[in-house]
């Protein structure tokens, strides 16, 4: 949990057997594993779509990293309020 916390979908992570992994290959095993279930509750376009998307944009906190390398913790303060601003 920690290396996942630490580096979202960007780095390795650490597998069930407990050896590195490529993050992306993780969560497609993992969907693999899931996909009949998701099946069965008609969820596999949804949770696909989801997914996907975090691997080509990131996470939350890959942005709120990447904000603070950018500008510190005032460019991450911003982000998170633009972010959360109602339209």
Do not use: F, K
Request: glycine content about 12%; cysteine-free; overall charge negative.
């Amino acid at each position: 949990m920690w290396q996942a916390a630490r580096h979202g979908l960007n780095e390795d992570l650490i597998s069930p057997g407990g050896r590195r992994v490529r993050a992306g290959d993780a969560v497609s095993r993992l969907l693999a594993h899931i996909g009949p279930a998701l099946d069965t509750a008609g969820d596999t376009r949804e949770i696909t779509s989801l997914v996907h998307r975090l691997l080509q944009q990131g996470t939350g906190a890959d942005r709120q990293r990447q904000s603070l390398a950018e500008g510190g913790i005032d460019a991450v303060i911003a982000m998170v309020i633009d972010a959360s601003a109602m339209p």
